[in-house]
């Protein structure tokens, strides 16, 4: 896995320059997607008092969603609470988690969002561009944008669309129960990152991916923090 992290921007000024320009090296998915054979999940927990976060990866078989493998890392907020900005505070212990990983995935699955973003560069496009792995956003709520409510049913969608562009799809998961948000990263089209999502939850809301990331990221913080 390339080692290409993006530098350490000390202000907001600095941080949205280096998403602009990280954001000239993301590129579209293919015509035709293979479905991946491994993927892979991520999440991040904070302490309370956010002096130290939790990275967790876990990487499932793409059609069992068994855990295949599994890493974390503990490190400290690398940037300020910035709306939009977040992904700085994140990838510097994200990408340590990845580097221990034995198993390398063919997608990532973030917590969060992708193309969604004021800057079209969320931390799945962040992730994506630095590692050179397809990646895709889910998130519990939307950031930007508007959106009419998807059908009841699952597999419903409907767009999200941010200053006259689709950014993203509004996607039910579980019949009758609130959507969810996917956007792309990196190297994957949205109507193929849909089709991921909606296989990564086959009993609940959230993708296994991130259920099993956001198991392993707080498992770690709390035996950091003694319990």
Do not use: N
């Amino acid at each position: 896995m390339p080692d290409a992290r993006s530098g350490r921007p000390a202000t907001p000024a600095e941080a949205e320059r280096e998403q602009l320009r990280l954001r000239e090296l993301v590129r579209p998915g293919p015509a035709r997607p293979v479905r991946p054979a491994r993927v892979a999940g991520l999440d991040v927990a904070y302490a309370p008092d956010d002096s130290v976060l939790a990275a967790a990866v876990v990487v499932l078989d793409a059609v069992t969603l068994e855990v295949v493998d599994s890493a974390h890392a503990l490190g400290r907020p690398a940037f300020g609470y910035v709306p939009g900005l977040f992904a700085f505070r994140e990838v510097p212990t994200l990408l340590d988690a990845l580097e221990r990983l034995t198993a390398v995935p063919e997608l990532l699955v973030c917590d969060g969002h992708g193309r969604a973003h004021p800057r079209r560069f969320g931390l799945a496009c962040h992730l994506g561009v630095l590692t050179g792995l397809a990646s895709i956003g889910v998130a519990k709520t939307a950031f930007v944008g508007t959106h009419a409510p998807p059908g009841p049913a699952r597999g419903d969608r409907s767009p999200l669309v941010d200053a006259g562009e689709t950014v993203g799809a509004v996607l039910r998961t579980r019949s009758g129960v609130k959507p969810v948000y996917v956007s792309t990263g990196h190297r994957v089209e949205l109507d193929a990152a849909v089709d991921q999502v909606l296989a990564l939850t086959p009993r609940y809301r959230l993708p296994e991916t991130t259920r099993q990331a956001d198991r392993l990221c707080r498992s770690v913080l709390r035996a950091r923090l003694g319990g």
